[in-house]
């Protein structure tokens, strides 16, 4: 975390800022808790102050009054809103007027107009023709749905084209979904992503961000998977959080991992709670656990003891000697020299992290 940043241009990397910014900003991941005047080219922003000028932003959220054109990519918006918005993954508390562009979008208003929603939740009346994409409904629909990533739960009239959605009822036929959650029992071949089960699934499974509560054999490919049984065979998952034993390659991308790994991984935005042995290619990386090999990180966050060499993106070089203790401009080199523990206190160590997976997995 850096303190007051001077007038100048940034090219971060899932950066944290809590001083006042002032200048053209590239920043991707980003909080920022001050004032900020200006050009904001921001992916992935959280903006704490008020915002005046052209924004286009990534995953942004926006806590202040917002005037002007809105470029979003992400967007949570607590003020209110006036003109054209071409938003992203938003969630919005305020008052909306005008044309709606958005993705992945949480609305709590009244919403009038045209809308072409991307993983939209919508709590209020809607009335036009709707082509969402990852989208929750808690009003009713009335026209043709065009839906993918969709949790539905009012009364739905017309033709569903859905994926990554949420039905709560009993499904019949054949399902051709993306980002499902399915309460009954699935049988039949499933060709999903980012679904969610909570049934008995036999059969092939190509999916997406799944979330598995049962036991699976056979090969999975999987993108952005939450399994919390026993998993045996090859496993090629993004953002993926496993709680269960692991055996095998993983090749995963924002991953969550509280159980033990062996065997090389390649992962991307991941939180590892538990021990990793072997090369570690990672984005956007919360580790929690000991980590032993060559690191290359974007977007970490490493709350364990970490040895080996670090190339994050972080717009800036980083030495680690178990905290930061220096911060400069450049590119993005990470070193962390932790001593190594001794047999006994590793031992000991991994007896404590063991007692937490299994206090974690009778949690769940």
């Known amino acids: 975390m850096c303190g007051p940043v001077e007038n100048t241009s940034l090219r971060l990397g899932t950066t944290r800022l809590s001083g006042f910014i002032q200048g053209e900003l590239r920043l991707g991941t980003t909080r920022l808790t001050g004032c900020i005047q200006g050009e904001l080219r921001l992916e992935t922003t959280r903006l704490m102050g008020f915002i005046q000028g052209e924004l286009r932003l990534g995953t942004t959220r926006l806590s202040g009054f917002i005037q002007g054109e809105l470029s979003l990519g992400t967007t949570r918006l607590t003020g209110f809103i006036q003109g054209e918005l071409r938003l992203e993954t938003t969630r919005l508390t305020g008052f909306i007027q005008g044309e709606l562009r958005l993705e992945t979008t949480r609305l709590t208003g009244f919403i009038q107009g045209e809308l072409r929603l991307g993983t939209t939740r919508l709590t209020g009346f809607i009335q036009g023709e709707l082509r969402l994409e990852t989208t929750r409904l808690s009003g009713f629909i009335q026209g043709e749905l065009r839906l993918e990533t969709t949790r539905l739960t009012g009364c739905i009239q017309g033709e569903l084209s859905l994926g990554t959605t949420r039905l709560t009822g009993c499904i019949q036929g054949e399902l051709s979904l993306e980002t499902t959650r399915l309460t009954g029992f699935i049988q039949e071949e499933l060709r999903l992503e980012t679904t969610r089960l909570t049934g008995f699934i036999q059969g092939e499974l190509r999916l997406g961000t799944t979330r598995l ?152």
């Open 213 to 364: 509560t049962g036991f699976i054999q056979e090969e999975l490919r999987l993108e952005t998977t939450r399994l919390t049984g026993f998993i045996q065979g090859e496993l090629r998952l993004e953002t993926t959080r496993l709680t269960g034993f692991i055996q095998g390659e993983l090749r995963l991308e924002t991953t969550r991992l509280s159980g033990f790994i062996r065997e090389e991984l390649r992962l991307e935005t991941t939180r590892l709670t538990g021990f990793i042995q072997g090369e570690l290619r990672l984005e956007t990386t919360r580790l929690t656990g000991f980590i032993q090999g060559e690191l290359r990180l974007e977007t970490t966050r490493l709350t364990g003891f970490i040895q080996g060499e670090l190339r994050a993106s972080y717009g800036e070089e980083l030495v680690w000697r178990q905290r930061v203790s220096r911060l400069h401009t450049g590119r993005a080199r990470m070193r962390q020299r932790v001593s190594r523990a001794s047999s006994r206190e590793e031992l000991r160590l991994r007896d404590s992290v063991s007692r937490v997976h299994y206090r974690e997995s009778q949690s769940e």
